[in-house]
């Protein structure tokens, strides 16, 4: 049995960190320099316990065994060293004496560190000879199977596990531009792979490719690039496959082809696709509008009559046709600004496209602009589709401009800037469309008086009265009152399919007699009431009062319900006339001749919302 001085002996010479411990008083009684450098140098001054991190149970479990045993092993204590940290350990333990047991310490952390290393120093010791092992493989490879690569229509090179080229085919060098000689030996990913077809860089961690002799995977990839040595990108699509040599993942093999034209022709037919869809919706929209067209339009026929006005007039639509000026038609209402229109299109070379109408005194300036320049889905709430717009339908065909002196000014900005440009742009859009349209606009203000007054835009004026073209009112062609009058009649014979009437002479007096305040438009009306009510094919006119009927009331008394109506609809027509305006030298209290808090009164008390024709 050691004495004590021959255990402190042994200890101090011990290869592993050994401390002596007398179990009797929990005290460290020798420690050898390993042991302070791995406890610390307070482990002799202090209980044994206060250093273990799992206390005195597990302590007296341990010692019990060495004593049972006389050696004992396990990792079962825990001990922190002088920062405080916990220690992985494995304890040996050897009975030296009854109460005295010397505990030896092999830390783990350490061992498994020192272990990597030899790893590490081992690997790359053997790293040349494994490489080279490798490339003979892929030497053998290539000898075997050479006229196969060589033949093979797709691209195909190997890579050993430093992703380093071994072979490449000439399918491959021909895509890549590089020949067998510039890539052999070299790391492919940084030549080849090295960045994304937008310009950014392709790390080799990120690399399928890498993937597939790193983590044992075979990838397929069916939209990447490869580099050209040119510069050029090419579009592939590649599978990569690992392989082995005895055992030994080696490296990979991949297999790609160009699908850059490919791509391309997808692109262009996903594109094509995509612009026949547009056309398809933008025709179906012209479809849905010229049906509604024509289920809403009276129906003109030409031109009628023989005064000198309409003589004017027919030359005047014979030289707008022929031009492709834009046109401004003037004239009181119901004069045949929109047959004039219709005329103009239908004799000009732009026939066969759409004639498109728009409604320019809408209630709102959004609702206008949108019918006009359409808009794109999501452009504003309620949006849930793309919409042309009127003024696309128009492209190459003619806008008709329905009483254009009531364009907002925001909208007469934008269009003027179309008329000035040549394109515009969709709510909502990114983009400027072209578009080529004719515009005919009518108004049956004085749009000069409009223009000085500040209500519309002199540069739009000018863009739009390139060729003026005057309606006469029908009062200053009363010669043309018997042709109209025989067109409307013969057209409403037909439409109602009505028995044969004819006009009189004592008629035709009848009806050059009256003033015509509603021009053409009441003329029509006047006919077809008349012919509708006529008794035995005979027509009687009474127009004293602007109506038509079959049996004279002279003194005709209106009902209270149609007063109101009446003034309703005059006290509208002197709010569109002043956009909306009560007050002032130009307002509609000065219009009506009454004062601008009667006008108030009068527009609450007939239920009208002043603010919808500002």
Known sequence: MLDETESAHLIAHHPMPTIMVDTRTDSVVAANDTARALLGDSMLSAPLSSQMENGFAAAAVFFD???????????????????????????????????LVLLSFLDLDEHDRRNQQAEREAHQNAGLSQWQNIYGFFREVEAQNHLILEAAGEGIYGINAQGQATFVNRAAQEMLGWSSDDLIGRELHSIIHHKHLNGDQFPAHECPIYKSFRRDQ????????????????ILVEYVSTPIYDHDVLAGAVVIFRDVTERKENERKLRDALAQVEDLKVKLQQENEYLLTEIRSARSHTGVVGVSPAIKSLNAQIDLAARSGAHVLVSGPSGSGKSMTASAIHEASDRHHRPLVRINCDQTKSAELEAELFGYRRGAFAGATRDVTGKLLMAHHGTLHLDEVAALPAKVQASLHDVLQTGHFRRLGDSSDIPVAAKVIATTNFDLLAEVRAGRFRQDLYFALNVLPIMNEPLRNRLEDIPYLARHFLNRTMRRLRLAKMTLTKANIETLQSYDWPGNVRE???VIERTAILARGGRLRFDIESGQADTTAEPNRVMTQKELRQLEIKNFENALRRTKGKISGKSGTAAILGIAPTTAYSKAKSLGIQTDQFS
Request: hydrophobic share 35%.
């Open 65 to 99: 065994a060495v004593a049972h045993f006389g050696t004992y092993v396990d990792r079962c204590l825990s001990f922190t060293n002088a920062n405080g940290l916990n220690l992985r350990l494995q304890t040996y333990g050897a009975q030296l004496k009854p109460g």
């Open 523 to 525: 003329l029509e009306n």
């Open 218 to 233: 075979t990838m397929r990839v069916e939209d990447d690039v490869f580099w050209r040595k040119d510069g050029k990108p």
